[in-house]
């Protein structure tokens, strides 16, 4: 698997210095050294215990894999499950963690134990209670509330894109093929043959995964106005259409990050993927890259899953490329792990940032389990060509850079996992961190 994952990383990366990407890491993260954790055991030998719960809220039941066992010598192994801890003894040695506040096992339900070479020990266990509940998730529509001043910020790099707007209408936008199903609403000539959706001065329309907003008054752009292209040219927009894919590209300024795209003379599209919205009266508040993506992406699809009971998606680059394949799984994960386990270590020199909790010695998150299939070097092109003439697959569209960058992230949480778990079918699991 590490020789897979090297090739895989190497892949992506390149893809993405040649899209010209945020970072030029190529190599594969290397772990790092294991932290002592806190133990109740009096004779312990170990650097702490790693291992990975599962907790599914919907069933209050956990898969639980002990990861430390993983390395431990054939010897028997005694395990011991408490309410609010867990220890593992073999020989002289004993490991041992605490679970995170809130979480409770019932030990007198664990059940199916069982140690698999290179994973440690797998056994389920149900919860003493129910586990705390989930944030309310953050959805698009909600970001944004009519007669309040707001900034948007470049994620990357924290430049103002755009300053102290306030919106008068905040509205939603219908499904992008809404234009194709006129006909099963109307037994006369198409009404909205000439209409466009395009926002007026104080208005933002609020679309599955981006903001439409109206051009004029903006700060980052020329008075004319017009729009930074990624070769650097500037281009007026002297009509509704623009001919070159290339110069509707919007573009930080500081750090030639693509932010969105033009769609009109007067109207801009900017992805949830590349800015950060803040009311005007808060300063800047930074995340990192890494971070940010997944718990967008994982966002989106729930918004999705909920309104549209969509479960499979197509992620696609701007120019219309299918990047990955993803089929939502579970929604209601609650990923408990200590920085013992592998994945806690997961860094890549392309984000900057490591994929570990701040604070404690197990992190708790609320995640989304998803399965996919990476589409880059003509990967899964039969099954991308069916998916997308399939009516239940919806394509999701980002800038081409953040494609990768989000495969990237799948793959680190893909590789960070139990080698039993990496698959289901022909399909890989990862976890989406919100």
Known sequence: MVKGWNRFAGEVAESLRRCGGRGGG???????GERPLPARCPALLGAGMAFLMEIRRGTQSALLVIRAAAELPSAPVEVSVCADSLEVRSGGSCDAA???????LAPSSCRGLRRLRGDGLHLRVRLRR????ADVVFTLRESLKPNKNYIFYCQSCGDIVVKDRKFLRVLPLPSENWSDLVEEWCCHPDPFARSTLHPQHADCFVGDNFFLL????????????VCCSEAGHHV??????????ENTRVICKRCKTMLGETVSSDTI??????????PAEESFSPMPRSQFVQSV???CLLELSSAKSTFRFTIKGDHGKTYILIWLLNSDTLLVESLGSSSSHSDFALFGDILTPTSGPVGTWNAVKVLYQPCIQCRN????DAWENDTGVHPLKFPSETCLELLLVLGLSTASLPPSLRYMNSFQVAFLKM
């Open 98 to 104: 605490a679970l995170p506040a809130g979480v409770r």
């Open 381 to 384: 092109k039969e099954l991308a």
């Open 269 to 278: 599209k900017y992805y949830v993927t590349e800015v950060i919205i803040q």
């Open 236 to 245: 007026s927009h002297s009509g509704s259409n623009l001919k070159s894919k």
């Open 26 to 32: 190529g190599a594969a993260p290397a772990p790092a």
């Open 214 to 225: 109206n051009s004029e008054d903006e700060s980052h752009l020329p008075a004319s106005p």
């Open 297 to 299: 992406v994982a966002q």
């Open 130 to 133: 129910p586990p705390p509940g």
